[in-house]
């Protein structure tokens, strides 16, 4: 493979989801890149790695508007280049990267760089596998431009983040949720970044009423807490049907993070279908997914009275689209 001569750079971009966002093109702070070059003529198959799984900083010039990284790389001088790459480049829960062993594929796999990932649980105050907003990108069939040399990377969220709210449709009641969980949520997947990922700045594809998931050969299912942090979370009575008549739960800040996934809708052996206690979860099917909710208090004027109730309800469809729904129950604290 021939250089160029060129150096390449880097611009990042990332998209705009409906759902609320943690990590934007102005906060990223690092990304793993590898480029793989292939004749213009054949773009399936690789001859050779112009980049393999290196670390790319945000610089100080530009008012941080420059992308550094080590060794440097130059645009081969006919081939095409494919980029890959991932946000935050510092992530414990990748567990197996962009890097390629190069004794094992001395040139790159015809299949496309594949990227290994666990979804981590929040476990009170460990600092350890932290949530975060990952990101992937690829940009395809890229030759070196004398007027623009610099590789646009536009990154995309590949995780879901849930933010949840709350109804109390029982009147002069208040209620204190202390606890609230998704379980049987699979927590590990496989990514494919030349099959799954869209390229530039295309976003992922969603259809309404259809559902298409990039995250393949999912596994561990696990329950997944939510950081309610330390301030109290009261839902007041309110029966309204506006969007500003739902409490938050929580926010921006602390929604809880999960694999895109296809969920198994559970079933209650009372007599609401959408709820229940522990108690009246079916056996059947043993992987369905859960929100339960527990309630600690609930404040009926001018009395209090301290309870400790869990309540269980159904959950639908967790999509690529990142927007989650809950079946609501007919009566109690509403869930969407």
Known sequence: MQSSGREISFKTFADKQLRASVTTVGSMTSFTTSAWSHPAATPTVYDGYVLNGVTVTRGEEGGGA????FPKANWPARDSVDFFAYSPASSVNVTTGLKQNVTTFPTPPIGGPEIQYTVPRWDGDSQVDRQEDFMVTKSQKLAYNPSDPTVHLNFKHALSRIVFKAQNQNKNKTYLIKELALSNLKSKGTLNLLDSVPNGADPFPHVSGTYDVAWKAQSDSVTYKVDLGSTNVYVPYN????SGDYTDV???????????????????????PEYGTIAEVAASPTDATYLYATVAKVITSPTTQSIRARLYFVCMTLQIKRKVSYLKPASNIRFC
């Not at 420059?66 to 990284?69: L, T």
């Not at 029966?239 to 506006?242: A, D, E, L, S, V």
């Not at 929580?250 to 609401?272: D, K, W």
């Open 239 to 242: 029966t309204g049907t506006g």
């Open 250 to 272: 929580t926010n921006a800040s602390n929604g809880l993070m999960v694999l895109p996934q296809e969920t198994i809708l559970g079933r209650f052996t009372g007599a609401t």
């Open 66 to 69: 420059s992308w550094d990284y």
